[in-house]
């Protein structure tokens, strides 16, 4: 019985999965004796193959964001300060420093339409008050970052009744949901 061509390759990926589930660690060292010589060949060619292969990745992205978000946390771990370094390095580019432009106008605008009471002497007595822990995970840490409970963006108002310190994850994480304080 011939195969169609269709049928030939799904055939060989089937085999090659199986194989490489039952050698897992094959592909990992392969790679790290060839890293240099696969890196050179996956190089676009030309600008077609570059945007074919930032049409994958935005496509791989968006199909599978809790596999990418783990990479990226797992090499974040792996080598320590080299994003730091890379996010140093993008701010001072004109494309980082237009970035940065469009974020703080974004935020003065917001300030600029609500009411803005809250003084340095108040932040340090929230922070007392707190003893200079996260409200949401309780860490103590030296530098907190002020959280609106209600958000600028929701109506929220920066004031001393709506400010509550916390570490930068968890006022990243909470970003402009609102959240129910006990």
């Known amino acids: 019985?011939?195969?169609?061509?269709e049928e030939r390759r799904e055939r060989h990926r089937a085999r090659s999965r199986a194989w490489a589930l039952k050698?897992?660690?094959y592909q990992k060292e392969y790679y790290r004796a060839n890293k240099e010589r696969?890196?050179?060949e996956r190089r676009p060619a030309n600008e077609e193959d570059a945007e074919r292969q930032r049409g994958w990745n935005r496509r791989h992205r968006a199909?599978?964001?809790d596999k990418v978000r783990a990479a990226a946390r797992l090499y974040r771990e792996e080598h320590p300060g080299e994003s730091l370094e890379r996010a140093r390095r993008y701010r001072q580019t004109a494309k980082g420093r237009a970035t940065a432009a469009r974020r703080d106008?974004?935020?003065r605008a917001i300030l600029g339409d609500t009411e803005c009471t809250l003084t340095h002497e108040e932040w340090e007595q929230i922070l007392e008050r707190n003893k200079h822990r996260c409200y949401y995970c309780g860490k103590k840490l030296k530098r907190l970052?002020?959280?609106h409970v209600v958000p600028l963006s929701k109506g929220g108002k920066h004031t001393k009744e709506n400010i509550v310190p916390a570490c930068k994850s968890c006022n990243s994480r909470k970003y402009n949901h609102l959240w129910f304080l006990c």
């Open 23 to 25: 050698n897992p660690d």
């Open 1 to 5: 019985m011939a195969l169609n061509e």
């Open 105 to 107: 106008a974004k935020r």
């Open 38 to 40: 696969i890196l050179r």
């Open 145 to 147: 970052t002020m959280d």
């Open 63 to 65: 199909r599978c964001p």
